[in-house]
């Protein structure tokens, strides 16, 4: 073939052997030739890193690092999901005791919804940033109440694609409610109550900032030696001292500023090529508000975002290839599970009438109000279901009931239920919305051994009658 293009998703993501899947899908390209060359694989440039790794790198396991009670690697600086229950639910010395919870709905979105409210239940103090009064809100000690992304500076890090990749910041095209505060506000407010850092620590890189954009460089990369303790706050400094500077209301954009010197650090020739010689000149043009093209790469700068120290691949995983040769026996085990729960469900499935849990009203959804259980005709009929009947679906972790939708777009043995149904009212005792939440099902004791992957698109399950 003359290209070969691979792309993987939650099917083989979030189902058993999740890793060695993704591990088994690279040596798909790597070991036929189709890496770091035009029509083939390669590794794009990255505006910011997610997590803990860069470009070519997969972060590592958090260079040996595990959580405090389980042992579970942290990758990329990530503790796995299907963790936090029982780093928090032990009498062990180091569990979690407390926790921030932003933008993110864990008791909904997050495997094994009953473990995780008991989780944060357990919890000595929990505290909630976010647009709306979630699921996880309602077990939040203090719930502060942000800015949707309308009423506020917005950019996404999904940028993905090569050789020429694309970011935008957004403006604000709303005014915020009242009430609501963007982020780095209440970032900045929450550090200063800490006592992280007082106007002194902050007063020279505000007096430079007003001397322009050259003088705030010069004493921002001179405070990072002479006070490393800013260093981890790097964001909410920006926002207070180069911030004010952008004109009100535009302070947040202050953060975008640092990673475009970031950006134009770790990728030089990328960013030169693209028509920026430095940081400040890709900042300016993302304040712009319009989409920029940040990076632009020859096929040779794969190579070079290889982490590894001779820039190779280390094609031969040990731990995978052992998993590998032990497939047959884990059929057996699956096998073994199908007899009381003959279906395989999709947790969680995308539907162009679905979304993530911050829409918290169900009006807008127009198609498959009640978000419909998704089964083929021939076990519909097998099992006395008929389009628009109620049905009961049991896992190991709970039940819930869900209308059936027959289709042919399902193979036989394998059942759906959508994502982002069965949310609550947002009142403190609101009602259940229509759906099926379909964590309620899901078990953070299913996952995968290496990475804690949960396996929200493989939990078995049966289906009944509802009665």
């Given amino acids: 073939a003359e290209s070969v293009s691979i792309f993987e998703d939650l099917g083989i993501q979030q189902a058993p052997q999740s890793t060695l899947n993704s591990y088994l899908e690279k040596?798909?390209?790597?070991?036929?030739?189709?890496?770091?060359?035009?029509?083939?694989?390669?590794?794009?440039?990255?505006?910011?890193?997610?997590?803990?790794?860069?470009?070519?790198?997969?972060?590592?396991?958090?260079?040996g690092r595990t959580t405090p009670v389980t042992g579970q690697r942290i990758i990329t600086g990530l503790v796995p999901c299907t963790a936090i229950p029982n780093e928090i639910l032990t009498d062990h010395p180091d569990r979690l005791r407390a926790m921030i919870v932003e933008s993110a709905n864990p008791v909904h979105s997050l495997p094994d919804s009953p473990r995780m409210r008991e989780a944060l239940d357990a919890l000595e103090f929990v505290v909630v940033i976010d647009v709306a009064f979630t699921e996880t809100a309602r077990h939040a000690d203090y719930v502060l109440p942000a800015a949707s992304q309308f009423e506020k500076w917005e950019m996404t890090f999904f940028n993905l694609e090569f050789p020429r990749n694309v970011a935008h910041l957004r403006r604000p095209v709303l005014r915020p409610l009242s009430g609501t505060l963007p982020e780095p506000e209440i970032h900045s407010r929450i550090l200063r109550e800490l006592g992280a850092y007082t106007d002194e620590d902050l007063a020279d890189l505000k007096a430079a900032a007003a001397q322009g954009r050259t003088a705030f460089t010069d004493a921002f990369l001179q405070s990072l030696s002479t006070q490393p303790k800013l260093a981890p706050l790097l964001a909410a400094v920006l926002y207070e001292t180069l911030g004010p500077t952008l004109g009100e209301g535009n302070e947040a954009a202050a953060a975008i500023w640092g990673l475009s010197q970031l950006c134009a650090l770790n990728q030089p020739e990328s960013v030169r090529r693209a028509g920026f010689a430095n940081g400040d000149e890709?900042?300016?043009?993302?304040?712009?508000?319009?989409?920029?093209?940040?990076?632009?790469?020859?096929?040779?700068?794969?190579?070079?975002?290889?982490?590894?120290?001779?820039?190779?691949?280390?094609?031969?995983?040990?731990?995978?290839?052992?998993?590998l040769s032990s497939l047959p026996s884990a059929a057996l085990q699956v096998a073994a599970v199908r007899t009381e729960f003959p279906f395989i469900l999709s947790a969680g499935e995308r539907r162009s009438s679905t979304a993530n849990t911050i829409y918290r009203d169900p009006t807008w959804r127009k198609a498959d109000v009640e978000g419909a259980l998704r089964i083929c005709p021939e076990d519909a009929a097998a099992l006395g279901l008929v389009e628009g009947s109620v049905a009961r679906v049991v896992t190991k972790r709970g039940s819930v009931t869900a209308r059936v939708s027959c289709t042919d777009t399902i193979q036989q043995g394998h059942i759906s239920l959508p994502n982002g149904l069965g949310l609550r009212a947002e009142t403190p005792a609101g009602p259940p919305g229509p759906g099926a939440a379909p964590n309620e099902l899901t078990s953070s004791e299913d996952c995968d051994w290496f990475a804690g992957t949960p396996w929200h698109k493989h939990v078995p399950a049966r289906v009944e009658v509802a009665t």
């Fill in 282 to 323: 890709l900042f300016d043009a993302l304040f712009t508000g319009t989409a920029v093209t940040f990076s632009v790469d020859d096929y040779t700068e794969t190579w070079t975002r290889m982490a590894t120290e001779d820039r190779r691949v280390r094609l031969a995983i040990p731990e995978l290839l052992e998993e």
């Fill in 27 to 63: 040596l798909l390209y790597l070991l036929t030739g189709n890496f770091a060359k035009r029509g083939a694989m390669n590794i794009h440039s990255n505006f910011a890193s997610l997590g803990g790794a860069s470009s070519g790198s997969s972060g590592g396991s958090g260079g």
